[in-house]
């Protein structure tokens, strides 16, 4: 039965599209803060134009009739006229042509600008929005009605500042909470909109762990539910190839124990024979001599290659025990060299190395790995020994011919050769075997080479137990 996949679950693995999410929340928000921004920054410059233009056609009219009542004060009786306007909360400023200036309050008497009062000559009437002591006045100058005389008027504006200054406050603030309520919003719609990503993104990754019968719920009437659909047909596909796939690995596994183990019987007999016949060689005829000799090592040669057979097969099953216990690797590596004979071809170096695992199994994969040395690099073979972290490194280096590069990836796999490389009379499963013994060890074997220097085979394996290699 298909596991139907509800809500992404789990702590560990769990797949959000955060970048995404991220994405469309701030390309929301952008859209919500260009817009508002927009409709605040119009709005007050529109109220801010119609506040300064409705004042300075309100002041225009005022000063037009100012300058009417103007033309008859002459130069002795300006002071009390232009003093009327600071009872009214303006101020004022009368200059004559002799030079003669009187002004209403002497703290507003700024310099005149000679834009506005060129204008004044020549009889218009002109404004003029300045700062005077920080505080902000709208000039209106003007000439009276046949006098030489030039009148400024300074109305003070600072309540439509003010009312502005409130209204530009009220708009940011109102723009900064639209921007946190599309924030708000941005999150949920993104969420809700990328939730089925999320369920996928959760689904693919069960998926990628084995667990092949995740399905996703499909129904709605969308993009999300066809693809949804599409989803669950790929996984159902995928899932059959690997049902079959997996049933053709298990036969073809059945299969090569099963003949593994039913040479083995025979294969008994003939080694026996073999061994019998070796001891008499030397009474056979000379024409027989021969054939006998070539009998009895292809006998050997197919009981190592059963015998090989046999254990790739219990690996496989991942039915083989791992006994660890304390073990000095330079001892190891010693002794296996001593017995077989290879101390004048062989050296070792490097520090001590004491690793908690199967000596059995360390001893068969450097049995392989410099055994194949002692072939193909004669003489000059080298095996250090190291820690390297949480971990103990093995290096067999010989001097042979190398492998070339399009064979190094191939080296580890079954039944395959190179003639540079591993162009000897063994089964080719030597390396393989060596390395499902490094990984049911935890650990892992490599190797590097340069053709004409010669090849590097380094193990590496864990120095204590680890919780990822299980006892079998």
């Not at 119009?42 to 309100?58: I, K, M, P």
């Not at 909470?177 to 941005?186: C, H, K, Q, R, T």
């Not at 002794?335 to 490097?350: H, P, Q, Y």
């Amino acid at each position: 039965m298909a596991r139907q996949l509800i809500r992404p679950g789990g702590r560990r693995g769990r797949i959000r599209p955060a970048g995404v999410r991220r994405r469309l929340i701030v390309a929301f928000v952008l859209v919500a803060a260009v817009s508002a921004g927009a409709l605040a920054a119009a709005s007050y410059l529109l109220v801010r134009q119609a506040r300064l233009h409705g004042s300075l056609a309100t002041k225009t009219v005022q000063a037009k009739e100012d300058l009417i009542l103007a033309a008859s004060i002459p130069q002795r009786e300006a002071g009390g006229f232009v003093s009327g306007y600071e009872r009214l909360g303006a101020h004022a400023v009368m200059i004559f042509a002799g030079g003669g200036r009187v002004v209403s309050d002497p703290r507003v008497n700024p310099p005149i600008d000679p834009e506005l009062r060129r204008l004044v000559r020549h009889g218009m009437l002109g404004y003029q929005r300045i700062s005077v002591r920080g505080l902000p006045y709208l000039v209106l100058a003007g000439r009276p009605p046949r006098s030489s005389a030039q009148l400024y008027l300074f109305f003070p504006e600072q309540d439509i500042e003010r009312n502005l200054a409130q209204l530009r406050d009220t708009l940011a603030a109102a723009w900064i909470s639209v921007l946190l309520l599309a924030a708000l919003v941005g999150r949920a719609l993104a969420r809700r909109t990328l939730e089925p990503v999320a369920r996928a993104s959760e689904a693919a990754r069960l998926m990628a762990g084995g667990r092949l019968d995740t399905r996703l719920p499909a129904g709605a009437a969308d993009e999300f539910g066809v693809w949804a659909a599409a989803f669950n047909e790929m996984a159902e596909a995928l899932e059959a190839k690997i049902a079959a796939l997996s049933a053709a690995q298990e036969r073809e596994l059945r299969f090569t124990a099963n003949v593994a183990h039913e040479l083995r019987t025979p294969l008994t007999a003939l080694v026996a024979e073999a061994s019998l016949l070796s001891g008499h060689v030397s009474e056979l005829p000379a024409a027989a001599r021969r054939p006998v000799e070539l009998l009895i090592a292809d006998v050997g040669r197919l009981r190592t290659l059963v015998d090989e057979l046999m254990e790739i097969s219990r690996l496989d099953a991942k039915s083989e025990p791992v006994q660890r216990q304390q073990v000095d690797v330079r001892s190891l590596v010693t002794a296996l060299i001593s017995a077989r004979g290879w101390e004048e071809r062989v050296t070792v170096d490097g520090e001590p190395l004491t690793l908690t695992t199967d000596p059995r199994r360390v001893e068969r994969i450097l049995a392989n790995l410099v055994g194949n040395a002692v072939e193909h690099g004669g003489r000059d073979v080298r095996v250090r020994t190291c820690t390297d972290g949480a971990v103990g490194r093995v290096d067999v280096a010989d001097a042979g011919p190398g492998i070339r590069p399009e064979h190094l990836p191939h080296v580890f796999e079954r039944f395959y050769k190179a003639d540079s490389a591993r162009a000897s009379p063994g089964s080719g499963l030597g390396l393989a075997i060596a390395l499902e013994n490094a990984r049911l060890l935890g650990g892992n074997l490599g190797v590097s080479s340069q053709v004409e220097r010669g090849s590097v085979f380094r193990l590496t394996l864990p120095l204590g137990p680890t919780s990822d290699v299980s006892e079998r």
